[in-house]
């Protein structure tokens, strides 16, 4: 079965500071896809990041990095210098790679509400 | 390029009416999911269609529910009759699978919020 856990419920920052959100999962595939979403105020569900179970290689797009390590089954997300405009819930969530009914289907965890004070 | 669009963006209704949501998947993709979003059970897959067939309707609460995809551009979910319960968040999604260029990435659209009252 897969799973996916954010154990932080709430964080609360002021701007400027950096923060990571964390992200652990659970499943036996050996090819699988780990993503991060960003639902802001909004509502909508923004993708941000994809990363596959082959690639292990830290990524930086501007403000954001993401860091996968297999041997932990973590797929943290660390927001640096943040800003009043990243207040959002974000998910993390995983696919799995088989073609049987769960073909594509993503398994999100509860969410991190992000909270950034001015 | 359009997202998925979904319609309508918000929905009150009473209990016991019918509600249908509808939506335009991304032109090309062959994969659409409707997720349903509330507080108590977080974002759940209700069904999954593959090149308009629903492969996965496991999630789907009960026969109050359907969904139908009658061509590629096109799907609706429909609540007959609805109940308080059923507020929540609507997404729907969708994707271009399997396809290992993109990672089976799944795009969403901006949701239907509905209030049954």
């Known amino acids: 079965a897969q799973k996916v856990t954010q154990a932080q419920t709430e964080i609360s920052v002021v701007e400027k500071e950096d923060v990571t959100l964390d992200c652990v999962y659970e499943t036996r595939d050996t090819t699988y896809y780990l993503f991060w979403y960003k639902q802001p105020p909004s509502g909508e569900l923004v993708f941000l990041i994809r990363r596959n179970s082959f690639d292990e290689q830290n990524e930086i797009s501007g403000r954001y990095s993401w860091n996968f390590q297999k041997s932990t089954s973590s797929f943290n997300f660390t927001i640096t210098a943040s800003q009043v405009v990243d207040s959002a819930v974000y998910f993390c969530a995983l696919s799995i790679n088989d073609r049987g009914s769960t073909l594509g289907r993503l398994y999100f965890g509860r969410g991190t509400q992000l909270t950034v004070w001015p | 390029d359009a997202g998925v669009i979904q319609s309508p963006r918000h929905e009150v209704t009473e209990m016991g009416q019918e509600v249908t949501l509808r939506c335009k998947p991304i032109?090309?993709?062959?994969?659409l999911f409707w997720y349903r979003q509330t507080m108590m059970r977080g974002l759940e897959l209700l069904i999954y269609f593959n090149n308009n067939v629903p492969i996965d309707d496991s999630g789907m609460p009960e026969d109050r529910f359907s969904a139908k995809m009658p061509n590629a551009s096109f799907s609706t979910l429909k609540i007959q009759p609805s109940e308080p319960r059923d507020s929540a968040v609507y997404f729907c999604?969708?994707?271009?699978?399997?396809?290992?260029?993109?990672?089976?990435?799944?795009?969403f659209g901006e949701g239907s919020w509905l209030t049954v009252v």
């Open positions: 032109s090309g993709h062959n994969s």
């Open positions: 999604a969708s994707s271009l699978l399997p396809d290992p260029g993109s990672g089976n990435t799944i795009y």
